[in-house]
């Protein structure tokens, strides 16, 4: 066994024997091994914390502050300028990232995707709730004649008032002006037949009120709806007149 000296005292290596290094060294290494283990501890009971995952950046907050007072649904694009984020694509982003913090945190709200945009909206198994205490249902209370010409305008669209009338039966002027008035329906131009008459559809708040994001998540739309090719060439699609609008 070979020794030599290392300050006041001998050390011996080989056969059984240890250097202070080879100690020092082990010792060091326990100790690290040790904090890292602490380390990712804390960052794993961090990521499982929902009040450390549910904290916003500055632009989720500013995201979400537009959301909050925005009364209509906004598009991605819009949203990112309100918000100033670089683009429609990170608000898109932003919104997949705050709705799962709304979900992990367990709120009766999340942000929904309607007429082509986005609107923060109360959870579904609250409306019973929260139609008694603002009366929203009466608010939104349509007679079922109009529920009806609404369902025909909204599977037949654009349709002229003759095509309403013979679906119902009855004259429907009334109804068709009732249902513009509260911003459900609108003219989206004229027919090439005789007298031109005006063509009917939907609007974008009809989506909105419904909670629809487009047409086509009408119930049964791809066995009612009117075939694309039968649409009058004179009709501008929902989206145009959303921009005009």
């Known amino acids: 066994m ?5 300050g006041s005292g001998q050390w011996a290596v080989g056969n059984g024997g240890h250097s202070p290094l080879a100690t020092r060294h082990s010792s060091l290494h326990s100790q690290w091994s040790f904090w890292l283990r602490r380390l990712d501890d ?20 500013r995201l979400e502050a ?26 898109r982003t932003l919104i997949g990232k705050l709705n799962d913090a709304y979900d992990l945190a367990g709120t009766p709200f999340r942000v929904e995707r309607v007429a082509a945009g986005y609107r923060l909206f109360t959870r579904a198994e609250y409306s019973l709730w929260l139609g ?36 119902r039966g009855v004259q429907c ?7 513009m008035d509260r911003g459900l329906v609108r003219i989206s131009g004229e027919d090439d037949s005789l007298g031109r008459p005006f063509l ?22 791809n066995r009612l709806r009117r075939p694309s090719s039968l649409v009058p060439p004179t009709s501008l699609p929902l989206t145009d007149l959303d921009k005009v609008a």
């Open 132 to 167: 008694k205490l603002h009366q929203r249902e009466a608010e939104l209370k349509l007679s079922p004649p109009a529920l009806e010409t609404l369902a025909i305008v909204a599977y037949r669209q654009p349709v002229i008032r003759a095509e309403l009338e013979t679906i």
């Open 42 to 61: 804390s960052a794993e009971t961090a990521s499982q914390d929902p009040t450390v995952r549910c904290r916003r950046s500055a632009k989720i907050a």
């Open 66 to 91: 537009a959301l909050l007072v925005s009364d209509v649904a906004q598009s991605a694009r819009r949203l990112s300028q309100m918000a100033t984020l670089a683009d429609a694509t990170e608000a």
């Open 2 to 6: 070979a020794t030599w000296a290392v």
């Open 200 to 221: 009917y559809e939907t609007t974008r708040k009809f989506l909105e009120v419904f909670g629809l994001r487009d047409l086509e998540d009408l119930p049964l739309a």
């Open 173 to 179: 002027i009334d109804i068709l002006k009732h249902l």
